[in-house]
């Protein structure tokens, strides 16, 4: 399925504003090309893109989330990735990333790959994120069906510089444009048998998981390895403050990544600025591949 332009706008008047396909797809890939956003959608704005099944199961919903933290004029944007299953919202999943590029200059592209064995997040068709289900992981996997939504709303309590600095609607109102979207996978009834889904999704699984996108090669992993190098500033797995001694059946303690984020989770070296505050590109409504390509990434 493909759609053309979704536009989300917020104001004083409209605290949260939402977009939704009502197709409930069991396994899927969604691609977002593109977002685009109003220059002055800072200050605490959130928009988030997201699979989930909270309308039909409101105590045991999964989610899987792209979001656009809030942002102060002139700063580095900051994306973060997240997943839920089965209602494990006290088990948030949370990573967050600096963006090389200013999304209110030129419009990008955003692919969450779901699959009944892992979810990988790409950004301009760069993996960011995989997580690899796990027996361990339980029901903390994804796995029901899922719907797409697309929000835009206030969150001040939270999301830029942890709430300390709030939404200013002197610049209402804030407007967000999702275009070609595109859903691949398996359409199903949300109440039909698990049994049965994934007898009838069993072709559509297989081409999904065959397809090039599915396919985590061994230079696509390397150009994965340096965009979180250079850009992640924080992970729920090292987090010990909001987690205490609990470890995650999908983080990797022994990784070279672990030695780079203190106590809070939090990046210990925080990147450098990243983005060039002097040039102004002109905008585009055009995907716009800013973020290196695997091979200028394995360099």
């Known amino acids: 399925m493909k759609t053309e332009l979704m536009k989300l706008v917020l104001n004083l008047y409209h605290l949260y504003t939402m977009a939704s396909t009502r197709w409930h ?3 899927e890939q969604l691609s977002i090309c593109t977002v685009d956003i109003e220059e002055y959608i800072a200050n605490d704005t959130l928009i988030k893109l997201q ?3 909270a309308d039909m199961f409101p105590n045991t919903h999964d989610e899987v989330d792209f979001e656009f933290l809030g942002n102060v004029k002139g700063q580095d944007w900051r994306i973060q990735t997240n997943i839920y ?3 494990s919202t006290t088990r948030g999943r949370e990573e967050r990333y600096l963006v090389p590029f200013d999304p209110t200059e030129a419009a990008h592209c955003y692919s969450i790959l779901w699959t009944p064995d892992y979810i990988i997040f ?3 068709d760069v993996p960011i994120r995989e997580v690899v289900r796990t027996e361990a992981m339980g029901g903390d996997f994804p796995s029901k069906p899922m719907s797409v939504y697309a929000t835009i709303w206030d969150g001040s309590s939270w999301a830029t510089a942890y709430g300390r600095i709030k939404i200013n609607y ?8 999702f275009t070609d979207l595109v859903l691949r996978g398996c359409r199903v009834d949300p109440i039909q048998p698990a049994v049965e889904a994934a007898d009838r999704c069993a072709e559509s699984v297989e081409e999904l998981m065959s397809a090039d996108f599915a396919l985590l090669t061994p230079r696509k992993r390397a150009a994965m390895r340096r ?6 500033i924080y992970s729920f797995c090292y987090d ?3 987690y205490g001694s609990v470890t995650f059946p999908d983080c990797d303690y022994v990784s070279p990544e672990h030695t780079r984020f203190g106590e809070w989770g939090d990046n210990k070296v925080p990147p450098k600025e990243i983005r060039s505050r002097s040039v102004s590109r002109r905008r585009s409504r055009r995907p716009s591949s800013v973020i ?7 360099h």
Do not use: C, W
């Open 227 to 232: 965009f979180r190098e250079r850009y992640m």
């Open 25 to 27: 797809m069991a396994d």
């Open 85 to 87: 299953g089965n209602g």
């Open 122 to 124: 790409y950004i301009d």
């Open 51 to 53: 699979t989930s099944n």
């Open 292 to 298: 290196p390509t695997g091979d200028e990434m394995l």
């Open 240 to 242: 010990q403050h909001r």
């Open 170 to 177: 002197k610049y209402e109102p804030y407007v967000s444009e």
